[in-house]
């Protein structure tokens, strides 16, 4: 008799801790490996690029497509390396940066220009290193050719995630955490 019960209490303890690692550790895990199918999924206003910010911001629990000419760097901040898009030996390359409490991504092009763009991968700021200028009005960029040379660098972490979908779909709680954010 005291061996089944001990078996049986065992057996509850068990349950219980996979029920609890269950609750509390899969919805995140979730939220942040399919975040990027999540903010396809999700209305967002003009402007913004919802499933390119999450790709940069949760790269190292999502699918990284490994190609040649790509190299991420998950060393410090998880930066992604363009070498097929190499000009002038600067390389292309892209990051999520943590600053001052909120999320920024930042964007090196091979001209030597930097990007940050706020927390919905909208155009914050550019920045030339040469010339040093820092330009928040964004006069003479055309954001629409930049957004297209992002994604065209580095689209593939979009690509390879936002038709990868969940077993157990969040949506809701996905567009409760970043609904703000992104409209």
Not at 65 to 87: F, H, Q
Not at 108 to 115: A, L, Q
Not at 120 to 149: G, T
Request: glycine share 2%.
């Amino acid at each position: 008799m005291k061996k089944k019960l001990k078996i049986a209490t065992i057996l509850i303890i068990f349950i219980s801790f996979g029920w609890f690692a269950y609750t509390n550790l899969y919805p995140s895990q979730n939220l942040r490996r399919y975040s990027v199918y999540y903010a396809h999924n999700m209305e967002h206003k003009k402007g913004a690029h919802p499933e390119m910010a999450m790709a940069l911001e949760n790269i190292k629990v999502m699918r990284t497509p490994a190609s040649r000419g790509i190299r991420y760097d998950y060393d410090g901040l998880a930066k992604v390396y363009n070498d097929r898009n190499k000009k002038n030996d600067i390389v292309p390359w892209i990051c999520a940066t943590y600053a001052q409490k909120n999320t920024e991504y930042l964007y090196i092009r091979p001209d030597n220009n930097r990007y940050i763009f706020n927390a919905d991968f909208s155009l914050k700021i550019v920045y030339n290193r040469d010339s040093a200028n820092l330009d928040p009005e964004k006069s003479d960029i055309d954001e629409e050719e930049l957004y297209k040379e992002v994604y065209n660098n580095f689209g593939f972490l979009v690509k390879a995630n936002v038709h990868h979908k969940p077993l157990i779909n969040m949506q809701k709680e996905f567009n409760k955490k970043y609904y703000k954010r992104f409209n």
